[in-house]
């Protein structure tokens, strides 16, 4: 059974940082992609970014060169730092495992960007 848990998210000002954390039970992490998604409210849940079990990255436009994600096989924990920040970053944001036929979720953490 995997179990996948956030913490990190809080009230931060605009322009401020954050690092966001999830830690993954289980011994599939190294196999499988990881990601970072969010949700605003009244809006649907976006992709933020994402890493493959082998390191490579990608991004939404809306966080290119603000916001960074990786891994740390050994500690079966993908982070989300997350700098200069905006108040349309405000949402919750959910961690998530794809493996072969399942993703798994977090319960999330919020994240408010405001002054």
């Known amino acids: 059974q995997v179990q996948l848990v956030e913490s990190g998210g809080g009230l931060v000002q605009p322009g401020g940082s954050l690092r966001l954390s999830c830690a993954a039970s289980?011994?599939?992490?190294?196999?499988?992609?990881m990601a970072w998604y969010r949700q605003a409210p009244g809006k649907e849940r976006e992709l933020v970014a994402d890493?493959?079990?082998?390191?490579?990255?990608n991004y939404a436009d809306s966080v290119k060169g603000r916001f960074t994600i990786s891994r740390d096989n050994a500690k079966n924990t993908v982070s989300l730092q997350m700098n200069s920040l905006k108040p349309e970053d405000t949402a919750i944001y959910y961690c998530?495992?794809?493996?072969?036929?399942?993703?798994?979720w977090g319960q999330g953490t919020q994240v408010t960007v405001s002054s």
């Open positions: 289980g011994s599939i992490f190294r196999l499988s992609a």
């Open positions: 998530q495992m794809s493996t072969v036929g399942r993703n798994y």
């Open positions: 890493i493959t079990s082998g390191g490579s990255t």
